[in-house]
C-alpha cells in the first residue's frame, strides 16, 4: 500500500532489506518511508522507519549498516542507522527512492482531481 500528500511522496508497506557486510542477509520488513526534493543541492532525500524486527536486529546488531531495500515500486541503495528506543531502525538514503514519486505536472494537476 502506498500514499501520497502534496509535499512529500511516500510508501508504507513490505520491503526486502538486504544488508551488506561480511555476510550478507536479507530480511523481509515493514517500512514507512517518505522523501522529497532537495532544491539547494538537487539531489532526491528518502527517509524512514522499519517496523521493529527481531530477525533485522539480530542481523545488524544495533549497528550502522549499507543497505539495499525493494519495494513492490523500486529498488534503492541506503543505510539504517541504530536502532530508537522501540527497536525501530531508521533508514535513509539519496537519488532514486524505492517508492514511485511523481515526476511531472500533469502527474500533480492528475493527482488533485
Known amino acids: 500500500m502506498s500514499e501520497h500528500d502534496h509535499d512529500e511522496d511516500a510508501y508504507v ?3 526486502s532489506l538486504r544488508l551488506h557486510g ?6 523481509s520488513v515493514d517500512v514507512r518511508l517518505r522523501g522529497h526534493f ?3 543541492d538537487g539531489y532526491y532525500r528518502w ?3 522499519i517496523a521493529a524486527n527481531d530477525e533485522l536486529d539480530a542481523a545488524a546488531g544495533g549497528k550502522k549498516k549499507k543497505v539495499t531495500i525493494t519495494t513492490s515500486q523500486g529498488e534503492a541503495s541506503g ?26 505536472l500533469a502527474e500533480i494537476e492528475g493527482a488533485q482531481h
Open 13 to 15: 508497506g513490505r520491503a
Open 22 to 27: 561480511e555476510e550478507e542477509t536479507t530480511v
Open 38 to 40: 532537495q532544491p539547494i
Open 47 to 49: 527517509y524512514g522507519r
Open 79 to 104: 543505510e539504517i542507522s541504530d536502532p530508537d528506543p522501540w527497536n525501530r531502525y531508521r533508514i535513509t538514503g539519496t537519488s532514486t527512492p524505492p517508492f514511485s514519486v511523481v515526476t511531472s
